[in-house]
């Protein structure tokens, strides 16, 4: 019992007394008047003994989805019916493609209802997380500081091309959003100054205010998070980029470090960035003092200028500068570490930058207040 028209042929036979051999040969294609599935739900009801269906493809030549369509509205009526489908006669190519379409998508929006996880449980889980970050961080550390002596004897494999470029990037293309936001914290810090200082007549002092300040911590602290925002995510992100491209993977298999090749040229180039950046920022933001003292407080250029250049000495200066050398190295290394330990998919990505922002930020915080109480107790 069948059909059969030009391109495609369809017969049904019973080789057992508890299956349907279903025989599919020709060319079964969309453009062609292919059978619906109807006729084999008149064959199942019509032979109620039947628990399983088999295929016969042994003379099918072209297919398309249309073929797809039919033989998905058979496993459909089968199932029904509990009537299992022996796939085995069908081709390879559309054994994959009826498994891909038969596939239960994981549903992301729906939460499983389970057992909360024991207090004491999570605090090990946490301590046993925080221990190994701990442990990755100083093994990325200590195979940058061995990139760092490889390059120190020469040896270091990486592009100063790209040195040079990554040293433009941290660097002059910075240079207009360290100028704004320097310029505004020094009028905020100027206005802030001058609010107590009218009270005593002593508006001048608006002038150390903001020159101690800044020179000595605000334009490292702004000029790292800064960086940590702009730089350190842009380092994350372009690493793990090359994470999900396979590109990391090429390097290692050509031999090639990754440390040497893309992290080194990273942190060298930011090292030496933020320290000039520093001090471009120290004079942008007593400009944005001297704004304030000289418009809004009636002091004089001169005396304003006097005043900074008493106030502000040399190992305030070398103090942010250092600073800012050490801010310098954790954003990078954040921002790279990130990107090296990043996932294979657009979301560890944006996560991998987003872990990057926030541990910049936060050891910029940290290591300021260590230098802070350095300073303090050596009296400087």
């Known amino acids: 019992m069948g059909q059969k028209t030009e391109t495609w042929e369809l017969s049904f036979s019973k080789p057992f007394e508890d299956a349907l051999l279903i025989r599919l040969a020709g060319d079964w294609k969309l453009e062609d008047d292919l059978p619906s599935a109807s006729n084999v739900e008149r064959q199942l009801e019509g032979e109620p003994q039947v628990q399983r269906i088999t295929f016969d493809t042994k003379d099918l030549h072209d297919w398309d989805s249309g073929l797809l369509t039919y033989l998905i509205h058979v496993i459909k009526q089968s199932s029904i019916r509990n009537?299992?489908?022996?796939?085995?006669?069908?081709?390879?190519?559309?054994?994959?493609?009826?498994?891909?379409?038969?596939?239960?998508?994981e549903r992301t929006g729906v939460r499983r209802a389970t057992a909360p996880t024991p207090l004491l449980e999570r605090f090990g889980e946490a301590a046993i997380t925080f221990w190994r970050e701990n442990l990755a961080m100083i093994e990325f550390v200590g195979e940058v500081f061995v990139a760092f002596l490889k390059m120190l004897v020469g040896k270091a494999q990486f592009r100063r091309a790209d040195l040079f470029l990554i040293i433009q990037e941290s660097g002059a293309e910075a240079l207009p959003i360290v100028s704004l936001i320097s310029l505004l914290v020094g009028l905020i810090l100027a206005f802030i100054g001058a609010l107590q200082l009218k009270m005593f007549g002593a508006q001048i002092y608006v002038a150390s205010f903001v020159g101690i300040g800044m020179s000595r911590v605000m334009a490292a602290v702004m000029t790292g998070v800064i960086m940590a925002g702009r730089t350190g995510a842009s380092f994350a992100a372009e690493l793990g980029t090359m994470q999900v491209n396979e590109e990391i993977d090429a390097l290692i298999t050509l031999g090639i470090s990754p440390m040497e090749f893309l992290v080194l040229p990273r942190v060298l180039a930011l090292s030496l960035m933020m320290p000039l950046l520093c001090l471009y920022a120290d004079l942008i933001s007593m400009l944005g003092g001297l704004i304030v003292g000289v418009g809004v407080l009636d002091l004089n250029f001169t005396e304003y200028y006097n005043q900074t250049q008493q106030a502000v000495k040399l190992h305030d200066v070398w103090i942010g500068l250092f600073s800012s050398l050490v801010f310098g190295v954790l954003v990078a290394l954040a921002g790279c570490l990130r990107g090296m330990q990043s996932g294979r998919s657009a979301s560890a990505v944006g996560e991998a930058t987003t872990s990057a922002v926030v541990a910049g930020i936060v050891s910029i915080t940290v290591a300021t207040a260590i230098i802070t109480v350095v300073c303090n107790v050596l009296g400087i």
């Open 83 to 105: 009537i299992g489908v022996d796939r085995k006669g069908l081709p390879e190519g559309v054994q994959r493609l009826l498994s891909l379409a038969s596939a239960v998508p």
